[in-house]
């Protein structure tokens, strides 16, 4: 399985402010996607991240709220811009990794954030 | 478009009693099922998955999940429920024929608590 870690943990911001979120895979990996996890719900798929090109977005995501990068087949960041309370969420970085003859989606363990 | 129903909130069940925790879905082709655990302040750990072959599935932690495709359904199980199995769990689907989108959708989440 691949190993995930994400910076920060946790942060607590002001409105209109933004945050970068990065993920750091310990190997290379085709797929990487960024979720939300809002108080109390399920997640929800902001984005896939693509190397190499733009990334791709669910619907009620836009890249000018929540740009994405991947440089590599190990790194991703996301970008909460110009935050609202509405944002208050943890976001989760996940890879796909080969499993015998399956894929199998891993979760990094996510950063809380806070807006006030 | 694919879709997992988790219709319990909570499941409550004692220590040492069996616990079962539904799931059912829908997609396009044949399912890709997936469990997960949240425990608190934690990212998503992969407990089992249903790709093909074997309706019975065992996965960590002695969980194990039944595929059934007629009623659609993909139920965790557990012989004896421990209180540190107490915590989120997730039920995740991705279809053979949704192609595009490579990530799982998701279920709303059933929290199970065990009570000594």
């Known amino acids: 399985s691949a190993v995930i870690s994400q910076k920060p943990s946790r942060d607590i911001c002001q409105r209109g402010t933004s945050l970068t979120i990065q993920c750091q895979v310990d190997?290379?990996?085709?797929?990487m996607f960024w979720y939300r996890q809002q108080p109390g719900q399920s997640l929800t798929l902001i984005a896939t991240?693509?190397?190499?090109?733009?990334?791709?977005?669910e619907s009620g995501f836009v890249i000018d709220k929540f740009p994405i990068s991947r440089p590599n087949l190990t790194f991703s960041t996301l970008t909460v811009s110009n935050m609202s309370p509405e944002d208050s969420s943890i976001y989760l970085c996940?890879?796909?990794?080969?499993?015998?003859?399956?894929?199998?989606?891993?979760f990094g363990p996510g950063t809380r954030l806070t807006v006030l | 478009a694919q879709s997992v129903a988790q219709p319990e909130d909570q499941v409550n069940v004692a220590e040492g009693n069996p616990l079962t925790v539904k799931c059912t879905y829908s997609?396009?082709?044949?399912?890709?099922l997936f469990w997960y655990v949240q425990y608190p302040n934690r990212g998503l750990q992969f407990l089992l998955k249903?790709?093909?072959?074997?309706?019975l599935v065992k996965g960590s932690y002695g969980f194990e999940a039944e595929f059934n495709k007629s009623q659609t359904s993909f139920h965790l199980k557990k012989p004896s429920a421990l209180v540190s199995d107490s915590a989120l769990y997730f039920c995740?689907?991705?279809?053979?024929?949704?192609?595009?989108?490579?990530?799982?959708?998701f279920g709303s989440g059933t929290r199970l608590q065990v009570q000594p």
């Open positions: 996940s890879v796909t990794s080969r499993q015998g003859a399956s894929d199998t989606q891993y």
């Open positions: 190997s290379q990996v085709t797929m």
């Open positions: 991240a693509n190397q190499g090109s733009e990334a791709t977005y």
């Open positions: 997609v396009s082709g044949n399912p890709y």
């Open positions: 249903y790709i093909t072959g074997d309706n």
């Open positions: 995740a689907v991705r279809g053979t024929l949704d192609t595009g989108r490579r990530a799982l959708t």
